[in-house]
Each structure stands twice: as structure tokens, then as C-alpha cells.
């Protein structure tokens, strides 16, 4: 265990562009593209990913439940997640449909959760800044999502737009927007990350200097 959390916590100290040049480096696909922190100051999470995805299907009775609240496939969900977790929700890249709001946040932030990663929209947008629960998502959409879709899996490997997401791989979010580091390559990312990082401060003294005279001599 002390191991995860010290991995974990390397990650947490590098921004999201440095990480995806890692990624990039050994050929990993890792970015998430298209998601965007819902508030300004987000700060930066990382935790181990909980993948949920959600099924299209149209008015499924299984799904139904009356009004707002939780609807039952994300019942399924808030009585998985955990301390610690990054729930990251596949929901086909909807904007007409939301799975993640105010009470579900309320929920998570309580029992520890680190985020919510929402291929798809989240509501409630008011309540989520008040409490100050970080929530990353394709935008903003006030209706509910049982009316569109119902439950597919969770802790089963998902795809975002090309980036293999599996249980308890790495997820990181900062302003800039999300990456997932697979979890058995996560040490060589961190090597990585060094060398690159180092090359940026290098390239960050020349460019305040007005001394770069070669882009590669670094």
C-alpha cells in the first residue's frame, strides 16, 4: 500500500501537460481530450480510476425512477465508490443528458472520493462549486440522464476516445484536463517525467534570459 501511495503522490506533483509528454514519449495514449474542469482553481487530483460506463437504451424501466435525485444506475455507482477513488464515467460523450450532480458530489466528497471524470455532462453546477467538489466534464446539461440511458458496467475496463481506462489505473486532473496513467507503467512515466521536467526549467531560464539559441541543446 505504501507503494500506491507514494506513486500516487509523484504524479500529484506534475501538471497534466507534462505527464501526457511522458505518456506521448513511450507511446502510451493517455490524454483525455474534450473534458474540461467545471471551476476556475480546481487544483490538481489524483487517485486510482473507477470505471462506470452507461448504456444508451431509451425509457428502460430498470432505470426509472421518479423526479430528480439518484437515478438507479448511478445508485450503482455511489454504493461502490470509495476513498481515494476517481470515478471516470463513460456515458458516449452525451451533452443532452446528465448522470453526475449535487447530491452524487455531496456523496462522494463525504466518503473521500477524489473526483468525477464525466464523459458526458454534469447539472447541479451551482451546488458542485458551492462544496467545492472537483468534477470534470464535455460541459454543462440540466436533464436527467436515466431518460437516455441505463447501467452498463463498473470496475471494467472502458475507452474515452481512444485512452483504455482499467480499474485502478492512475488518473490525474488539473486545469489543463486529465490523463490516465496505466498502472503498471507508471514508474517509467515517473522517470520520464524527470528528464522532461528538467529540460522545461532548462528552456524556462533561456526564454526569461532571451538566451535560447537552440531549441535542441537541451
Known amino acids: 500500500m505504501e507503494d500506491k501511495i507514494s ?44 470505471p462506470v460506463k452507461f448504456r444508451r437504451m431509451a425509457d428502460d424501466p430498470g432505470a426509472y425512477r421518479f423526479g430528480g435525485g439518484v ?58 462549486r458551492a462544496i467545492g467538489y472537483p468534477v470534470w466534464a464535455v460541459g454543462v446539461c440540466p436533464r436527467r440522464s436515466r431518460n437516455e440511458f441505463t447501467f452498463g458496467s463498473i470496475n471494467e475496463p472502458i475507452s474515452i476516445n481512444g485512452v483504455s481506462i482499467r480499474p485502478r489505473d492512475y488518473i490525474v486532473a ?27 526549467r532548462l528552456l524556462e531560464q533561456q526564454v526569461r534570459e532571451d538566451a535560447v539559441s537552440s531549441w535542441d541543446e537541451v
Open 7 to 50: 506513486t500516487e503522490s509523484r504524479l500529484a506533483g506534475h501538471p497534466t501537460s507534462a505527464i501526457s509528454d511522458a505518456l506521448d514519449e513511450l507511446g502510451l495514449p493517455g490524454a483525455l481530450s474534450g473534458l474540461s474542469a467545471q471551476r476556475e482553481g480546481i487544483g490538481r487530483v489524483c487517485g486510482r480510476a473507477l
Open 174 to 200: 488539473d486545469e489543463s484536463g486529465v490523463v490516465c496513467v496505466p498502472r503498471d507503467r507508471a514508474e517509467e512515466v515517473l522517470a520520464l517525467l524527470q528528464k522532461i521536467e528538467a529540460q522545461e
Open 71 to 128: 437515478g438507479k444506475p448511478l445508485e450503482m455507482v455511489l454504493k461502490t465508490m470509495k476513498g481515494g477513488d476517481v470515478v471516470v464515467m463513460d456515458l458516449d460523450g452525451t451533452r443532452t443528458a446528465s448522470a453526475w450532480g449535487g447530491l452524487a458530489s455531496r456523496l462522494a466528497q463525504r466518503r473521500g472520493v477524489r473526483a468525477t471524470i464525466m464523459w458526458g455532462t454534469c447539472r447541479d453546477l451551482e451546488e458542485i
